[in-house]
């Protein structure tokens, strides 16, 4: 019991020195704030012993690699996840109820401020979106598949929500949010803008795939399905990348896709992204169970989906990759790179966030994508960094 109460009160205590300023619940020193959670860490093994602070280590450059070359340095995944002591103890926190309702809040609070300091209008896309709800609503009961069935892990909270993605406001803020990401993986670069970022996060990610079709010989992309599509971003970058091509977005969110189909009539998004309206459609399905018939498409795309899932559900869209792609076709996953030096020296109110609105991290930081790829019989499996935070990984089904 003592031992409990100790962890108890090391984690509180970290969630004073860290998390709760970085939600604007409570004020300390700046310094504080920029304590790294390996104090918590070290005190939790000296008995709660108070330690001195360390400060977080320099962000690494960012490598560029040739597209043959895999990622080799680095530590194979950040010290915040899986059975470490940090992880446990922001674990440890994020199972109290009290705590991570905070912890909910100061995460949405989070991305939405990094996205209205970067000039993404927030609130304004949310506004708008909400006058469409009528509109929105017809969409919804056009796309959604009455049958269809919502996996456990599905239902659950996560990225600050209570239902998930299942519901209107996580749809609305789907498209801020994702131009925020972009603008965070280069945060420091000055003038940066939404769209360029964007345009340079997915265009760096597909030249790369297209650089490695052509080396690995695989077939010509006629018709490509972009699975997990959201709101419908990922999937028009795919139909911009490949005009020629029949592109179809999956996703198993009808909110989700009731967005996308609104901005696909629309003709435009946010910072004018053009919807492609003549070869895209969007299809309500679980991944995992696609319902298309066996090679049937010559690539699919999955853009930061995996994160989101649990180890099973990714060996079984792994297995349907394999069954719905022709022979000769590529599949590709773009994702947060557990050996990115950006994500592994993340600062500690920072990660805390993020594991609170993604309830696998640690398993999805411990996964063998590439192994579990090789598993389903796909061959040429290689990894890029595409950016300094996300990784590509890419796999080809035997002609």
């Not at 909910?104 to 970067?118: F, H, V, Y």
């Not at 970022?197 to 992309?221: H, N, P, S, W």
């Amino acid at each position: 019991m003592s031992k409990l109460i100790l962890k108890f009160k090391c984690t509180f205590n970290y969630l004073l020195i860290h998390v709760i300023p970085e939600t604007s619940l409570n004020r300390v020193t700046s310094v504080s704030r920029r304590m790294n959670l390996r104090h918590v860490s070290t005190c939790l093994r000296n008995g709660g012993a108070s330690v001195p602070s360390l400060t977080v280590p320099p962000r690494q450059q960012r490598k560029t690699y040739a597209v043959s070359e895999k990622i080799e340095s680095g530590s194979d995944r950040p010290d915040w996840t899986g059975d470490t002591v940090i992880s446990k103890a922001v674990n440890l926190a994020i199972e109290t109820p009290l705590i991570f309702n905070l912890l909910k809040l100061g995460a949405r609070q989070q991305m939405k401020a990094t996205a209205e300091n970067s000039d993404i209008a927030w609130s304004s896309c949310v506004k708008a979106l909400e006058s469409d709800l009528s509109r929105l609503q017809r969409l919804f009961e056009e796309v959604e598949d009455k049958e269809g069935r919502y996996p456990d892990y599905f239902t659950k909270p996560f990225h600050g929500y209570d239902e998930g993605n299942m519901n209107w406001l996580a749809a609305f803020e789907a498209e801020p949010a994702t131009y925020s990401m972009a603008m965070r993986v280069w945060k420091d670069e000055v003038g940066l803008q939404p769209v360029v970022a964007q345009d340079r996060l997915r265009d760096t990610a597909f030249d790369m795939v297209k650089g490695y079709m052509e080396e690995c010989d695989c077939r010509d992309i006629e018709r490509i399905l972009d699975i997990g599509c959201s709101v419908g971003v990922s999937t028009t970058y795919v139909a911009r990348s490949w005009p020629k091509a029949s592109v179809v977005g999956m996703d198993l969110s009808p909110y989700m896709l009731s967005v996308a189909l609104l901005r696909k009539q629309q003709g435009g998004a946010l910072f004018g992204l053009q919807h492609e309206k003549e070869n895209v459609t969007y299809v309500h399905g679980n991944a995992e169970h696609t319902k298309f018939d066996s090679e049937s498409f010559d690539a699919v795309s999955c853009q930061f989906l995996l994160h989101e899932l649990p180890p099973e559900p990714t060996r079984v869209i792994a297995e349907e990759c394999m069954r719905i792609l022709r022979p000769g076709g590529t599949c590709f996953f773009l994702d947060n790179n557990p050996k990115s030096a950006v994500i592994q020296n993340l600062p500690a109110p920072l990660f805390t966030l993020m594991k609170s609105t993604e309830p696998h991290s640690d398993e999805y930081y411990a996964f063998d994508t590439e192994a579990c790829l090789r598993q389903a019989g796909f061959e040429h499996v290689r990894t890029l960094e595409s950016d300094p935070r996300h990784r590509l990984i890419l796999a080809t089904k035997k002609k």
